[in-house]
């Protein structure tokens, strides 16, 4: 009788399991947003961004990634020139959203994008990008951290934490591929990135 009793156990235990292994696995994702804030001299701002969204590569997926719709909030303060923030609408499409862009500025992406300039360092950028539609101009706006190269360890995955500096350019007139307009404001910031959900 006890065996029958510690079977029927080891099953229902079994099954059990099994149920919630299930459940569990069917659990809908929920996006991980995190806070990247920035401050400086004559600037300050953070933006949030999903690091669910999955990335999408124009020029070279090893070199450049944009993810598309991945910022849900920003908030740009430099001097008293530019000050701007704004959300995501469901009214916009995925392409005219606000969204991050990694990019590790090598020799060969160099080439491969007429768009960059030649002296380009060899650095790892963070990019804040706002599109003309979200900005309801006829610019967009580039917000780029700049880090040592290496910094994102040959990844384009969007960073989970960053240095507590980088050197921050803020190109408010993009129109891109045409130009992406002269850098307006340049300076080392300090820079961190918080959980958020």
């Known amino acids: 009788m006890k065996i029958w009793q510690k079977i029927t156990f080891v099953l229902v235990l079994g099954v059990a399991i099994f149920l919630i292994q299930g459940i569990m696995i069917n659990l809908p994702a929920h996006a991980a947003l995190h806070k990247f ?85 060899q650095d790892d950028e963070f990019i804040l990008f706002v599109p003309k539609v979200a900005r309801q101009s006829k610019y967009a706006l580039s917000v780029r951290f700049r880090y040592p190269k290496d910094t994102f360890k040959s990844s384009v995955a969007q960073p989970k934490n960053v240095p507590n500096q980088a050197l921050i350019s803020v190109h408010p007139y993009w129109n891109f591929p045409i130009t992406m307009g002269p850098v307006k404001f340049e300076e080392t910031v300090q820079t961190v990135i918080e959980d958020v959900s």
């Not at 953070?46 to 909030?73: H, N, Q, T």
Request: glycine residues 6%; hydrophobic residues 30%; proline residues 8%.
């Open 37 to 121: 804030s920035f401050n400086g001299d004559k600037v300050n701002g953070y933006f949030i961004f999903d690091d669910s969204i999955k990335g999408g590569a124009p020029i070279r997926p090893d070199m450049l990634s944009e993810y598309y719709a991945s910022v849900p909030e920003y908030n740009v303060n430099i001097e008293d020139e530019i000050s701007e923030h704004g959300f995501q609408s469901p009214e916009r499409t995925t392409h005219d959203e606000a969204r991050t862009i990694v990019s590790l500025l090598r020799p060969e992406l160099v080439k491969a994008s007429p768009n960059l300039s030649q002296d380009s360092p």
